[in-house]
């Protein structure tokens, strides 16, 4: 078998076989390092080797994978995008057994799911190529293409019968979970700043210009502010407060007296100073999970050290879960994908505490709004699981013959968008 995986993820593949006892005879290998031990691990004999996705590509080139029995796509969402080599290599294959697996199948709409389902069928339900899908499914807003009304549950519909969707709170049996919103709140002169750059766009500070010139760069900086500082346009960050700073203090502070680990989550680089800084006042060990030789260190046993993790690069695959049950977010990510991810690396199987999810959160700020944004992209990605397993329950079967039909409503709707479609029946 070859699992495709993270490059962080490629270690917890090999810890986690040593962990089962049905497992222990069975032979893993790593195929990481330079180029030169990569293929020492290629020509070692095993039942499972294990590959990061960065280096699938670079397999391909030269590997047949269709000799492998079995691969596995771990984190498939990362496929998402069909034009990457990564991608590229893994469409087309000629094999009797592929799995992906994600808890996050629908980063942002059901386009994602496009490429990941193209791995496994080669394009059979979805169409051959990203235009059908887009023919079919969607309409385009400006540069944007947008689902059609109706459409988001046909695509359900056309991959349930290779779909298995399970919820882990469902299956499991978990402990209790705690969601804290530890608010903070800036001074009237702290808050007249904020509302003075996302009223007028510009701001000068202590002498500091701001300027902003499109929505991105505005809800960017507002996301700063809210955090308690901003760049300048050399990338310097200048503070404006520390509350959320003095919260994570108190927060780490009381689990240091439990003797408790912790994670902490942050988005800006300035956030993960603050945290360092934080944790040094504290005389706490802060370690980067970038790194595998700190997620060796943070799982070895000892008491209240800090796990630093950015949800871009550390928070998939990671299992946390048995040596830490306290996660702070300092920072909310934009995308559910990484929210969701990295609230799994604590709240997942293996989890015995009672776990504590706290979110540092300032008033009347670009948090709230990060929040709505991360729960919309959430129930996308419950409405996929929910509608498959419906589907499943009532033992709805796929057709090849089966015919797509928007109705009347449907198809108003989409006139009234001035969408260009073609409504095809099959």
Avoid at 7 to 12: A, E, R, Y
Avoid at 81 to 107: C, F, M, N, Y
Avoid at 129 to 155: C, H, I, N
Avoid at 363 to 392: F, H, P
């Amino acid at each position: 078998m070859l699992v495709v995986a993270p490059k962080l993820v490629v270690g917890s593949w090999i810890r986690e076989v040593k962990k089962w006892d049905h497992l222990k005879d069975i032979s893993i290998v790593a195929i990481e390092g330079n180029e030169k031990q990569r293929m020492e691990a290629i020509r070692t004999p095993a039942r499972i080797h294990v590959i990061s996705r960065d280096n699938i590509a670079w397999f391909a080139s030269f590997c047949n994978l269709n000799q492998f029995d079995m691969i596995v796509m771990d984190e498939s969402s990362s496929f998402k995008d069909e034009t990457s080599q990564r991608t590229k290599a893994l469409i087309g294959l000629d094999h009797p057994k592929k799995v992906i697996l994600t808890g996050t199948p629908i980063p942002k709409n059901i386009e994602d799911l496009y490429s990941q389902y193209k791995i496994l069928d080669g394009g059979k339900r979805l169409g051959a190529e990203l235009s059908d899908f887009r023919r079919m499914y969607m309409y385009k807003k400006g540069r944007v293409w947008k689902p059609l009304p109706g459409a988001q549950q046909t695509v359900f519909r056309r991959v349930k019968d290779i779909t298995i969707s399970m919820k882990s709170d469902e299956l499991l049996n978990l402990p209790p979970v705690t969601t804290v919103r530890n608010e903070v709140a800036m001074t009237a002169e702290e808050q007249a700043v904020f509302d003075r750059l996302a009223k007028d766009l510009c701001l000068e500070y202590k002498g500091i210009e701001i300027n902003v010139d499109n929505a991105g760069v505005l809800s960017n900086k507002l996301a700063q502010l809210s955090n308690g500082f901003f760049y300048d346009e050399n990338k310097v960050a200048h503070t404006v407060h520390q509350h959320k700073k003095e919260e994570l203090e108190a927060l780490l502070e009381a689990s240091a007296c439990n003797g408790e680990d912790v994670v902490v989550a942050y988005n800006f680089e300035e956030d993960r100073e603050n945290i360092i800084k934080t944790c040094k006042d504290l005389g706490i060990p802060a370690l980067d999970m970038k790194e595998n030789k700190n997620v060796e260190a943070f799982i070895a046993p000892g008491d209240s050290r800090v796990a630093m993790v950015h949800p871009k690069s550390a928070g998939m695959g990671l299992n946390l879960q048995e040596h830490c049950h306290r996660l702070i977010w300092y920072s909310l990510p934009y995308s559910y994908e990484e929210f969701y991810q990295t609230l799994k690396r604590v709240y997942r199987q293996g989890q015995t505490e009672h776990t504590f999810i706290h979110s540092i959160e300032c008033l009347n700020s670009y948090d709230q709004r990060i929040r709505d944004i991360v729960n919309a992209k959430g129930n996308c990605n419950e409405a996929l699981l929910q509608t498959t397993k419906w589907m499943a329950d009532k033992g709805f079967e796929h057709r090849e013959d089966e015919t797509f039909i928007f109705d009347l409503n449907t198809m108003l709707a989409a006139l009234n968008q001035q969408a260009q479609t073609q409504f095809i029946t099959r």
